[in-house]
């Protein structure tokens, strides 16, 4: 067979956890895979090293103060041109010399990107689960409009994805989204209330950012899978469940209308996903270290505790009340977490932060692109000013 031609990969969010793994998949399978752009938010010394590695065309810093380091940095690599702020991650996004643009940011952030880079006809490696939580509808239909691929990276919604390979004509019953628990399994509400950042930040399983340990230690990452779900495979509410497994080896399961269930099982590695979403439909060789039963006796599920972690109560409300309802409910968590990781809020204060501003932000039930940014912008304000004037309740 003849070698194929390098996908050419634009990579925004190239410092974070899952950038630098991407990176690594690249890294293992050079005649694969070329890296066009990459991008970073503040991380300036890191995306000067990754650009002196991989050369790409184009580098967008986003913290505009740190323009001149990097563009001073790579003045002696005059193939790569510098570019700064938030417009730029936008025009790069669209680029014609990429085939596909992996949107590893974290947050809000990745949504204009992605539009962007879905209007110009490219495929997205979506690790970016906020995109389809703040506005799934628009981002499923402009999928639809320019026939683009959406692959997913997170690791529950790829093992659907793989689950459905070669299941088109069958209709799903119901998917299974795993949860490991995080490191606060089995507390109560009680013992939630003087847990440190540095505990929350402590995942028993999996190595990620700041923002997603923390979002994993409070159940809102499952929250935010749940809604990211319903988009990504068409689904009703009613066609989620969630169920907590510690080990973390079955990463997600499909239930078919006949009852069967397939799962997709893998040692806790984001590299798989990742290379599975860069790769598709193709299943690239890896070196990746290979599950054993034999390591894993046994596998135990429980029912996800909402009562004590709210906030996958409010993520499953906020995608039933459907509109700009997971809107409002990421912004106010990205806020709260933000304040949790400053000393500013408790724990259990980020469940009140992001209740009360689903009571106070105005709802909007049909809402455009320009209403998602002006929810985003309004539910910030509102959860800064709830910060800052101590009262996170509604």
Known sequence: MPTPTPKRVTLLGSTGSIGTQALDVMRAHPTRFTVTAISAHSNAELLITQAREFRPAVVVIGDEAKYETVKSALAQQPETEVLAGAAALAEVAARPDSDIVLTAMVGYAGLLPTVAAIRAGKDIALANKETLVVAGQLITELVQEYNVKLLPVDSEHSAIFQCLVGEEQNPIEKIILTASGGPFRGRSRAELATVTKAQALKHPN????????????????????????????????????????PQSIIHSLVQFEDGSLKAQLGLPDMKLPIQYALGYPERLPSNFPRFNFLAYPQFTFEEPDTATFRNLALAFEAMRRGGNAPCILNAANEVAVAAFLRDEISFLEMSDLVESCLTKVSYLATPSLDDYMHTDQETRRMAQTLVGSGTKSA
């Open 206 to 245: 999996w190595d990620m950012g700041a923002k997603i340990t923390i979002d994993s230690a409070s159940l809102m990452n499952k929250g935010l899978e749940v809604i990211e779900a319903k988009w990504l495979f068409g689904l009703r509410d009613d066609q989620i469940d969630v169920v907590v497994h």
